[in-house]
């Protein structure tokens, strides 16, 4: 059985006329899988019976359960823990803000970059999700809210609101699993489907430069964000060991090349950590490392994850490196993760292997 929720509208347009039907049913059967959230979006007799039947034999619906939920006390994002159909766990985060609801969703069982602040990293790389399974977080949150109108009142979202962005900053580095993760944006974003803007969507990337030649291609004006932490080789490459195979210097370069054609400003992730990154030399060395290059840098102070001993910067310390950085017209923010009372900030998630 081939899992509907893995077919972009024009995999599945093509099955229709693989079946002597027009194309154009794959609009309706979108449109009920994701916009009514149907779960045999074949019945209803909006598509012929005889595509009805044939559909019947060969598709099902593979969503994943929501074993666990925890609510955060402080700001209301919500953490899932989804049971996937063969066992294997991931875990996505709902996280309101004004007038935007933002789901934070995995790419991948685990992850095999291993980078040492990480929680994610530790586990390793189970596998890689499908399309379907990514998609099936939106589906499986959107569902959630709809059951859940008081939640909605509470964080002062109008009623019927839905998730708005998507960040790929869950488990998994997203461009390990390019194919999946592309799949599934062409879900989100389609008029028949989620019907996201692309602008609303971002892919983190720990500097895979395989993964930024191979999305690019397919998706030219894909939002970015780039984890940097440090812009010293040597440091860099101890914390983030991807660094030894696509240096950071080599990713910066295609990102300011692929600007020059077009693409849009980036997002620098920035995670701070106590006596590692977080000096005044630091930030000067990251102010010269990004000449030239449209971006904005997000300063993370560490969670700090009780299997490291990486500490997080006092509060002077991120305000002195954020000062240098304003000071050379560089647009920063420091931002605290939500969820951090439920594990479930950046470098947080993380689940048992089965
Ligand atoms: S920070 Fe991202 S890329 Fe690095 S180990 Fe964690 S999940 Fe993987």
Redesign the pocket.
């Known amino acids: 059985m081939i899992d509907l929720l893995n077919m972009t509208r024009a995999g599945l347009a093509d099955y229709c006329l693989s079946q002597a039907h027009p194309a154009v049913h794959a609009n309706q059967l979108f449109r009920h899988t994701y916009k009514r959230m149907s779960d045999s979006p074949w019945h209803g007799g909006f598509i012929p019976q005889r595509l009805a039947e044939a559909m019947k034999q060969s598709f099902e619906i593979k969503l994943p359960v929501i074993s666990e939920q925890h609510k955060s006390a402080y700001d209301q994002s919500v953490k899932f823990l989804l049971s996937l159909t063969d066992g294997g766990k991931v875990e996505s985060v709902l996280m309101p803000e004004k007038k935007r609801l933002t789901l934070c969703i995995s790419s991948q069982v685990g992850?095999?970059?291993?980078?040492v602040?990480?929680h994610?990293?530790r586990m390793g790389l189970l596998r890689n999700l499908s399309a379907g399974e990514i998609v099936s977080q939106v589906y499986l949150a959107n569902a959630w809210i709809a059951e859940h109108p008081g939640w909605l009142e509470t964080v002062q979202l109008p009623a019927k609101s839905r998730v708005s962005n998507i960040v790929f900053m869950g488990?998994?580095?997203p461009l390990d699993n390019v194919d999946g993760v592309v799949s599934a944006i062409k879900i989100l974003i389609d008029p028949f489907g989620f019907a996201l803007g692309l602008a609303h969507i971002s892919v983190?990337t720990?500097g895979h430069l395989d993964g930024i030649n191979a999305i690019f291609e397919q998706l030219p004006s894909v939002r970015l964000a780039l984890?940097v932490h440090s812009v010293d080789d040597v440091k860099r490459s101890k914390i983030?060991p991807?660094n030894r195979r696509w240096p950071l210097i080599t990713v910066l370069d295609r990102l300011r090349e692929q600007q020059r054609l077009g693409a849009k400003g980036i997002l620098l992730q920035y995670t701070m950590i106590r006596g590692v990154n977080d000096s005044e030399h630091d930030a000067h060395m990251l102010a010269e490392a990004i000449a030239g290059l449209d971006a904005k840098i997000n300063l993370i102070p560490l969670n700090e994850v009780s299997a490291s001993r990486l500490t997080c910067p006092d509060a002077v310390t991120i305000q002195s490196f954020r000062d240098v950085l304003h000071q050379k017209g560089i647009r920063v923010m420091v931002r605290y993760s939500k969820g951090q009372d439920i594990a479930a900030a950046c470098?947080q998630l993380v689940v048992k292997a089965q």
Request: aromatic share 6%; net charge negative; proline share 0%.
């Open positions: 992850c095999a970059q291993g980078c602040f990480c994610t990293g488990m998994g580095e983190s720990a984890s983030m991807i470098g």
